[in-house]
T-cell receptor, first 115, second 114 residues
Framework: AQSVTQLGSHVSVSEGALVLLRCNYS??????LFWYVQYPNQGLQLLLK??????LVKGINGFEAEFKKSETSFHLTKPSAHMSDAAEYFC?????????????FGQGTELSVKP | DADVTQTPRNRITKTGKRIMLECSQT?????MYWYRQDPGLGLQLIYY???????NKGEISDGYSVSRQAQAKFSLSLESAIPNQTALYFC?????????????FGPGTRLTVL
């Protein structure tokens, strides 16, 4: 069965600092992994997705994530945080087999950016 | 115009009332989903529909029902609302082409049950 764990419900960084949001997954099949962002009072927006084409995935707004099979991780990074990055971030894994299409979400990580 | 719309955006109701949340999409997707979001719990799947005639329960379907009126419309009902159904509700869509099935979300409905 697939599952997702996000380490840290809240991360705070200074503007200009590195952003690192952690996601570990469990999957019995090759996973398809996603990062979504939720800005205040908005729905979820896709940041990036891992589709097995490349282990380093680039997304919108300067974010990227690296798929590491040996560590079952898909951590999200951004070299330099901006105030506008403050939001909640969700990692998700797609279920396979006859449950294909369903996503399992992590608990979310709220990112705060200090000036 | 938004691809996935939800109405209402905010609703306050009383315990025992029947509530319907509506979702419409213009993306032409076959698949639609209803989630609820509670702080610290992420998103939990309530119901999902892979086409008009295929409706399935998710992880937390008790107390909820759905109707897929058309490919573009998927409604969520709370037959008799209770306070612990106070949450943010999201509708999402995806196409049926494997393998990615990324989901596209509506703006959400904030429901408060007093």
């Amino acid at each position: 069965a697939q599952s997702v764990t996000q380490l840290g419900s809240h991360v705070s960084v200074s503007e200009g600092a590195l952003v690192l949001l952690r996601c570990n997954y469990s999957s019995s099949v090759p996973p398809y992994l996603f990062w979504y962002v939720q800005y205040p009072n908005q729905g979820l927006q896709l940041l990036l997705k891992y589709t097995s084409a490349a282990t380093l995935v680039k997304g919108i707004n300067g974010f990227e994530a690296e798929f590491k099979k040996s560590e079952t991780s898909f951590h999200l990074t951004k070299p330099s945080a901006h105030m506008s990055d403050a939001a909640e971030y969700f990692c998700a894994v797609r279920k396979g087999g006859n449950q294909g299409g369903k996503l399992i979400f992590g608990q979310g990580t709220e990112l705060s950016v200090k000036p | 115009d938004a691809d996935v719309t939800q109405t209402p955006r905010n609703r306050i109701t009383k315990t025992g009332k029947r509530i319907m949340l509506e979702c419409s999409q213009t993306k032409g997707h076959d698949r639609m989903y209803w989630y609820r979001q509670d702080p610290g719990l992420g998103l939990q799947l309530i119901y999902y529909s892979f086409d008009v005639k295929d409706i399935n329960k998710g992880e937390i379907s008790d107390g909820y029902s759905v109707s897929r009126q058309a490919q573009a419309k998927f409604s969520l009902s709370l037959e008799s609302a209770i306070p612990n159904q106070t949450a943010l509700y999201f509708c999402a869509t995806s196409d049926s082409k494997p393998p990615y099935n990324e989901q596209f979300f509506g703006p959400g409905t904030r429901l408060t049950v007093l």
